[in-house]
């Protein structure tokens, strides 16, 4: 299996791996994966003057485990706020697509904040999963790391 969810598979072409599926089906990927590869990809179009700042996504239909075609680009330029919009096809069908907001970013000379939060307890304070474990057949749940601060899914904290 590989160690990533996708390989890069030449110009603008992403290759799923296992890490991927999701538990709907074997064929099909879990949404996460691809909505952060959307994600990543109205970054990019964004380039290091903007910040995405909201994002939304269509699933059109379900994400399968073959080589996807990711494109993006600029529907709304603007100095100040543009609109980005990134799809993904398959077999040159789009299965997906997102649209992102993207602002200009600026330094600012911001106070300090208040009482900085302590982080979740780290991996030596980490009781495990409880009672449930995710469906050894949907290799994305498996391959994701899960903590609970308190609680868990079937003891809300």
Sequence with gaps: MSSSFYARGGDGVFLPSDYTIGPWSREAQHGGPPAALLGRALEKEAGPEKQIVRITYDILKPVPLTPLEVQSKVVRPGKKVALIESSMQSDGVTVM???GWAIRT????????GAEEEP???PDGYAGMGPWEPDPRTNYLRATEWRFVAGGFFDPG
């Excluded at 600026?106 to 904040?113: G, K, M, N, T």
């Design 97 to 99: 697509r997102a649209a």
């Design 106 to 113: 600026a330094e600012l000379d911001l106070p300090a904040s």
């Design 120 to 122: 979740p307890e780290g």
